[in-house]
T-cell receptor, first 116, second 114 residues
Framework: AQSVTQLGSHVSVSEGALVLLRCNYS??????LFWYVQYPNQGLQLLLK??????LVKGINGFEAEFKKSETSFHLTKPSAHMSDAAEYFC??????????????FGTGTRLTIIP | NAGVTQTPKFQVLKTGQSMTLQCAQD?????MYWYRQDPGMGLRLIYY???????DKGEVPNGYNVSRLNKREFSLRLESAAPSQTSVYFC?????????????FGPGTRLTVL
């Protein structure tokens, strides 16, 4: 069984400030973890993923996330927010290969607003 | 290379009507998925197909059927639409192997059931 909890359904930050979006996961098998971004009226686009290699993962648009097994967390960060970062962000978990990993389970999403 | 395409983009149905949502991918992926997205609930898996010729239920399969017509196409059918099926529907395909594991999403179908 697997699940994802995203803390904060809405987050607002000022332009140029640090972005921190929180994600905690639960998985009975070694996890693969993902962050997706959804812009208004569009599908989801992969930002970055953790697949059991480096625990600090860098993605597109300056985002990064760190896998912390002891805290069961995979928080998304960006040092300096841009107006174009305004979107909804989803954390997702899947079991690693050889652990029945067909299903990707999503969190409920965090809507990021950037204040000029 | 169009990626994942979905038709239609928008649809309005009356309760009890039926319709089929179409999805196709041109990336030669084996696995395909149907999700629905509702406010405050994230994406929930309806059905998936791990390979051509196989389909399995996801988290919320009731009221839906699927067909994996061939490797490219995976359709979702609502036999008797209900207002609770008003949602945005996303199709996805999955690339994996060689250290890669990425799902690619279509642009979505916005369905309203009156």
């Amino acid at each position: 069984a697997q699940s994802v909890t995203q803390l904060g359904s809405h987050v607002s930050v000022s332009e140029g400030a640090l972005v921190l979006l929180r994600c905690n996961y639960s998985s009975s098998v070694p996890p693969y973890l993902f962050w997706y971004v959804q812009y208004p009226n569009q599908g989801l686009q992969l930002l970055l993923k953790y697949t059991s290699a480096a625990t600090l993962v860098k993605g597109i648009n300056g985002f990064e996330a760190e896998f912390k097994k002891s805290e069961t967390s995979f928080h998304l960060t960006k040092p300096s927010a841009h107006m174009s970062d305004a979107a909804e962000y989803f954390c997702a978990v899947r079991g690693a290969p050889n652990f029945g990993n067909e299903k990707l389970t999503f969190g409920t999403g965090t809507r990021l607003t950037i204040i000029p | 290379n169009a990626g994942v395409t979905q038709t239609p983009k928008f649809q309005v149905l009356k309760t009890g009507q039926s319709m089929t949502l179409q999805c196709a991918q041109d990336m030669n992926h084996n696995s395909m998925y149907w999700y629905r997205q509702d406010p405050g609930m994230g994406l929930r898996l309806i059905y998936y197909s791990a390979s051509e010729g196989t389909t399995d239920k996801g988290e919320v399969p009731n009221g839906y059927n699927v067909s994996r017509l061939n490797k490219r196409e995976f359709s979702l059918r609502l036999e008797s639409a209900a207002p609770s099926q008003t949602s945005v529907y996303f199709c996805a395909s999955r690339e994996r192997g060689g250290g890669t594991d990425t799902q690619y999403f279509g642009p979505g179908t916005r369905l309203t059931v009156l």
